[in-house]
């Protein structure tokens, strides 16, 4: 049994166990005073915008130029992947496949990976609840590791800056990369895992 069916709803900001009011529009904790609810309300529709606004800037996050190096006053602005193959052919394997796993396949398989979870909640897809909510539980703890391009880019634009002799600007690529990122972090947060274990157990939606 579920602990709205029993008419238990917890504080999201304290955690405290409240009694379900009946009748009640909204109801607040007991002991810190936040407005609890059975779900996040609109936790869907939320979670939806934020993924597609995200997918949507996805796009020029890998067409434009993340940054520019500049040597003695040239210089070639590079996007993602083609700082990726620079790498490769400068024969730095490791530190390209790092960029590569951070840069690509992490947002993608997070873009994927939340997409997958909030169609299979609306259209109740015969999925295991249980793997749903390891692949819920893996997208939140690996997206944090989606800022390391950008991280990166930060402290080599701080240091590297030497006038004509060298330098690193970042690109528009950087900001849509960034955007993308944290879209996708609060994608995770606003979306309501509890909703998976609804879907297994009756036909509501919760939104």
């Known amino acids: 049994m579920r602990a709205i069916d029993a008419g238990i709803l917890i504080c999201p900001e304290c955690h405290q166990l409240n009694r379900q009011e009946p ?47 500049s ?44 997409t997958l979870l909030l169609y299979s ?8 609840p249980r793997q749903r909510m390891l692949m819920f539980r893996f997208i939140e703890w690996i997206g944090r590791w989606s800022m390391l391009d950008v991280f990166v880019i ?12 060298a330098t690193i600007e970042p690109g528009h690529g950087a900001v849509a990369f960034a955007s993308v990122v944290v ?6 947060l606003t979306f309501d895992p509890r909703l998976i274990w609804d879907n297994t157990e009756s036909d509501d939606d919760y939104e």
């Open 154 to 165: 930060a402290i080599l634009v701080a240091l590297v800056n030497f006038g004509n002799l």
């Open 71 to 114: 040597s003695l006053g040239k210089g070639e602005p590079d996007t993602i992947m083609s700082g990726v193959i620079t790498l490769v052919q400068l024969g730095m394997w490791p530190i390209a496949a790092v960029v590569f796993v951070a840069s690509i396949l992490v947002p993608t398989f997070k873009l994927v990976g939340i």
């Open 183 to 188: 879209l996708t972090m609060l994608a995770a």
């Open 23 to 69: 009748g009640c529009a909204k109801q607040f904790c007991t002991r810190c005073g936040g407005l609890v609810h059975g779900r996040r309300p609109n936790s869907l529709v939320r979670t939806w915008a934020l993924l597609v606004t995200a997918a949507i800037l996805y796009i020029p996050a890998n067409l434009l130029p993340i940054m520019t190096v």
């Open 121 to 128: 909640v609306q259209r109740h897809l015969p999925m295991s």
